[in-house]
């Protein structure tokens, strides 16, 4: 039996009315992989602050080797033993240093001395990357590295502290195949030094190449702990999306005449083709996990990024936007993902949020008509239910749903061709996201609608047709007629590989 | 409490205007002389020139960014105009056209160096700045120009600043005084206005708040977020070669150490205009009243004989203090909100 180098009991914690942890009880075993997995919004990432010291817990305790851990900045959770490594690689190296220092920059901090001795630093730096087997010149500089290589140096000055407990967030994300797996043998061999580690990850080849446990995470709460070999990536899957059926029953309707035909398109050089048409008076729901390119087909439709073979057509005429302006004009409306940084100005009121890539039609010789902003703006507050004291109120006053609320009514405000809506219910409750899936369903007639989503609840809600992506292949489509849950949760967690060897 | 944060409100709001008023009242009373209409023109007059230079900051800080060559800009344009009509002999109009496209250019070129280059904004107008400082000087052989200055060349400077050119910097127009209200006070004035529809009435500078606000969530609505910055930009360069017309054509020389507060002044101004009225960002009348303040202060003081060495620590006090309202009492009032 493996002793418990870590243990969660109990631990909740909220952001105002937002309960992001309730009653989290986990345990980290010394010499073993925990992976953790939860779908955007679970409540991970926050779990990960907590143990790392970026926020406090509001109840609950945490003990390390039976003593109590109340670590109260990064810092001091770094001096206690538990390291973190996050996922973007470069918060965790100093690009213009040499190797040498990044390793040592922790000694730097809190050495007595006022010179540096760069050869002591040197030296000193060769051990460690000769016991982390790194296989690299401590002189070269950083910023002369691959992404695995500075990945690799964050892990390695983490070790440096020998450290009790090893947090590694989604650190393959951005690795290649042979990168990830020189990460997995130097996590081999710390994980027989007896370190507990906790490993954030989606990825099944990784999941199954190096956990030794499953720990599920959905809307803050464990919802399964899977230890028994062969583990249960299914059934962790289905822990982590929930598999409660929706109580909105959707009535698929007919499709009208096809508005965009997406042909072979490859989102990389030598990736798996996607076809797909999406058809007026239609809604799709995309889904798929993180990094399964949902993002990056939402992106390619805006005209953000472009596909690296493929053609996209939009009623009969070619479509390859240059940027969102032109994408615009084509007639394709785009809600974008995570509204704090792609879709809400703070500075503005609701008015001027809403009407935002309208103004022109609320102009005249380019003077804003305000009055008739303000009324398009009403009746958008009151079709969509968003709950403020009048249309003048400050974007930052709104909650969240309202908030998402009003950057979802910005582009329902005009008609358009395509409406493109990613992960249009981030961050919000179950009210707003009826509401605004209703409104989405009952306009649908208009236009084409493709909706990203993670959340499978989420895509059996609003959906007419549900497409899988994984791997950036598009894996299956069912009609949202008494659908299989099994073999939908099987494709977005990529038992069907058959497909992506082809 | 609910009393209490109300008066916070009408602090940030209206504070800074009760200051202006309370200065105006307590020099009227104090200080022989400052009440008057010659008085007050002389304010405006005082500051013109850096008002019309702030106007175009204003602008770009609006786009979250920052133009430190106004100053330099400025002056080059004086030395510029000075250049065309007593060297190359040229008449007013053409003087001050080529300044204006100078003004223009310099100010694409600073747009492109940020958006296209990616040089961080403070970086690209501060090598801008140097390089106009330098540049400006080497026409002349880093002298001043003015009519019969010898020629590098052999032989005398024969042109002259031409009357329509003077009449720019020092014309007054009657109103209800003989000649009260200069030119250059009038152009501030209009500046202003004109700025401050742009700015605040058009669908144009709706999104240039926006994009200062969320750059990408502007680029996602469709926003031209290059074209808007580089915009911007242009408009402090033309805004600031304006004002080294007018400060050429009151000097009547091409001087080459004048204007060399503009910067410093201007962008105090614009910075002073974030606490007019609450708005805790920039804008044209908050930026136009900032420059009066600062000018309104000086005038009194020095009515009532403060060294004039005591100039430059009174305007720091002044944007400090309103630096603090700013962002003091409004951030206060923002972190409530959550």
Redesign the interface.
Known sequence: MNTIVCKVSGLEKAF?PNRVLRNIDLELPSGQVTVLMGANGAGKSTLVKVLCGVHEPDTGQITLFDQPFTPHSPRDAFAKGVVTVHQSINDGVAPDLDVASNLMIDRLTESRGFFLSDRALRREARKIAEAMQLGLDVRAPVSSLGVADRQMIAIARAMVREPKVLILDEPTSSLSAAESERLFTLIDRLRATGVAILYISHRRSDIQRIADRIVSMRDGRIAGVFEETPLDYEGAVTAMLGHAMTDVPVRPTAPGAPVLHIENLSMQPGGPAINLTAHKNEVIAVTGLLGSGKSRLASIL?G?EKPAIGRLTLNGAPYAPA???E???AGVH?S?KDRA????????DIT?NLT??F??N??RL???GRGGQRAATRSMIETLGVVCQGETD?I??LSGGNQQKVMVG?WLSQPCALLVLDEPFQGVDIKARRDIGEHIRQTAGQRATIVFVAEIDEALEIADRIVVLNEQALVGEHKNENIELATLMAQISGRSEAILGA | MQKNSNLIHFAIRYGFLLLLAGLVLYFSIFAPGFAGPRSAVFVFQSVAITGILALGVTCTLVVDGFDLSIGSVATSALMMSAYFMVILEQPAWVAVLACLAMGAFVGLVNGLLIVKMRVPDLLATLGMMFLLIGLQRIPTEGRSISTGMALPGGGNAEGTFSAAFLWLGRHRFDFFLEKLIPVPVIIFVLLGVLIWIFLH????G??M??I???E?????????VQGYKIAAYMISGVTASIGGILLAARLGRGDVASGNNLLLDSVAAALIGFAVLGAA?PNAFGTAVGAIFVGILLQGLTMMNAPYYTQDFVKGAVLVVALVFTFALSGRK?GS??
């Open positions: 105002g805006f953000l940027n969102p302006a994408a615009i004009r785009f974008p940084s792609n879709g809400v100005v703070p500075e503005f001027n935002l890539p103004l022109k609320f102009s380019s003077m804003l400050g930052g006053t910005r | 009435l058009t669908r144009h709706r999104l708040y926006a200062g606000s969320n990408r969530a502007s680029e996602l609505a469709g926003a031209n960002k923002r909100g959550h």
